[in-house]
């Protein structure tokens, strides 16, 4: 399985579900980073289940034990292996997947990829649960980049079609970083909040599900990370990003949008910042020129779909007759899963920029 990201700092993902746990070797994270176990937690914290409407009623406390790289409160530069126990399962809530997969989940391509070797239960190692070894690896990752002054914030843009206040691209202020890094449902418009919570509460009582959008921007970002062609910024978050269950697009600055402008309009002209630095007036393309950052914020929009375990009746096909046939999806589900894939998306960003830090200058700071 394609479990591992990274060049310089590379993660390996592994566990199942309902496994005994899941977890994450780091190898090549750097030496002597301060290890805040209780900034670590309250990102883990982000991203588990609450009790609120858009979370599923599985509980996990995704406490983590760290068996190695970590020494008198600093990481070592040896590998960085932590665990995440599984206390919650309720396995017989997945019995009968092998005959019959689930609509828009990974059931019947795992099937035939593994040829019916695969963990069914709760989705295996394809299910939102590995999650959290990523948002503990990138909390590591977040420690590391303020070594740099390197900082992720993200928000909530859309849920269904109720869409939050966009970034300004060109200049997010420490006031807007306050204002979402405080919130459990970061969203920059709080009416637009009203009305994405009350759209995820319709789609939990009818048994239904809604997805949406997280737009995340890094900032702090030199220019001159990543490579054309196949290593650019873009590529590589790309990879990263898209291993996270449940995404289905990305953009970059503006994204779609920008194909229906003319060139006078999508072109970021350059221009002398109030720092005497070279920046752009605008930031059309996300930070990033030929695959190469240009010091201004990184800007992408990353689709989520909605959840794939719905409680309607749904069609399916019975891998042992070839006869199709009625579903319901048992369990316990999101009827959003946005709000926690903020961190996320957070976590797969830090991942991937530190990686590419350490690739372009190791990290000793100039």
């Keep these: 399985m394609g479990s591992t990201f990274g060049t310089c700092c590379k993660i ?29 937690k309250s990102e883990m914290a982000r991203r588990a289940p609450s009790s609120n409407v858009f979370s599923t009623s599985r509980k996990e406390a995704d406490e983590f034990e760290v068996l190695s790289g970590v020494f008198d409160g600093r990481t070592t530069g040896a590998p960085i292996t932590a665990i995440i126990r599984n206390t919650n399962q309720h396995s017989s809530d997945y019995e009968g997947l092998r005959t019959n997969p689930r609509p828009s989940h ?38 590391a980049l303020e070594q740099y002054e390197i900082h992720i914030i993200s928000h909530i843009s859309s849920v269904g079609d109720i869409k939050d206040t966009p970034f ?53 970002l030199p220019a001159g990370l990543g490579s054309p062609m196949f290593d650019g910024v873009e590529s590589v978050l790309s990879q990263i990003i898209f291993g996270i269950p449940a995404v289905k697009g990305l953009e970059f600055g503006s994204g779609f949008s920008m194909s229906a402008m003319f060139g006078s309009q999508a072109n970021d002209e350059f221009c002398i910042n109030e720092d005497g630095d070279i920046a752009t007036r605008s930031n059309n393309n996300g930070g990033i020129l030929g695959g190469i950052t240009s010091g201004m914020p990184v800007i992408f929009k990353t689709a989520i779909k909605p959840t794939a375990s719905i409680g309607r009746p749904q069609k399916t096909v019975n891998l042992r007759t070839g006869t199709e046939t009625d579903i319901t999806v048992g369990g316990r589900h999101d009827p959003c899963i946005v709000p926690r894939a903020v961190p996320v998306i957070e976590a797969a960003a830090a991942v991937a920029f530190l990686d590419m830090m350490l690739l372009k200058n190791g990290y000793n700071k100039e």
């Design 12 to 40: 390996s993902i592994f566990g199942e579900s309902h496994g005994n746990a899941i977890g994450v070797t780091i190898d090549g994270f750097p030496a002597g980073i301060n290890f805040d176990e209780e900034f670590i």
């Design 168 to 220: 300004d691209k060109v200049n997010i202020t420490p006031e807007t970083i306050d204002l979402l890094s405080e919130k459990a449902f970061p969203v920059m418009d709080e009416t637009a909040s009203e009305l994405m919570t009350a759209l995820i509460s319709k789609a939990r009582i009818s048994a239904d599900s809604v997805g949406g959008t997280i737009e995340c921007a890094v900032l702090g």
């Design 106 to 143: 990974a059931d019947f391509t795992a099937f035939i990829r593994y040829n019916n070797n695969h963990d069914v239960r709760g989705g295996g190692h394809f299910s939102g649960r590995l999650t959290a070894p990523l948002v503990f690896a990138g909390a590591l990752c977040k420690l």
